[in-house]
């Protein structure tokens, strides 16, 4: 069972970009689909983005299309979410989360595997 770990939070100004990455533990990592998703406090848990398990799908929430990308390196066993143009409605913990073959599910019930999360915090 892959073993996933974040990082890459923060504190940043509005406007400003940072790269999460989630790493995973064993080399298994190419057979899952990989979703971020985020929680701020006193708000349900929602998608961000995703990329099936071939690399070749990518999915994004609405309020993030074109301000964020999400990309997987297979042979470093990592995916990434480089965020650009924050803003602070971005503010919340992101968590990576894995799904085995999965498509890029916007539904967060469909992943198996879960990071601790990491902080973004982003300052008007």
């Known amino acids: 069972q892959v073993q996933l770990v974040e990082s890459g939070g923060g504190l940043v100004q509005a406007g400003g970009s940072l790269r999460l990455s989630c790493a995973a533990s064993?080399?298994?990592?190419?057979?899952?689909?990989v979703g971020w998703f985020r929680q701020a406090p006193g708000k349900e848990r929602e998608f961000v983005a995703s990329?099936?398990?071939?690399?070749?799908?990518?999915y994004y929430a609405d309020s993030v299309k074109g301000r964020f990308t999400i990309s997987r390196d297979n042979a470093k066993n990592t995916a990434n979410l480089q965020m650009n143009s924050l803003k602070p409605e971005d503010t919340a913990a992101y968590y990576c989360a894995a799904d085995r073959l999965g498509s890029g599910s916007r539904n967060s019930d469909n992943y198996e595997k879960w990071g601790q999360g990491t902080q973004v915090t982003v300052s008007s």
């Open positions: 990329i099936d398990w071939s690399g070749h799908n990518t």
């Open positions: 064993v080399g298994s990592f190419s057979s899952y689909a």
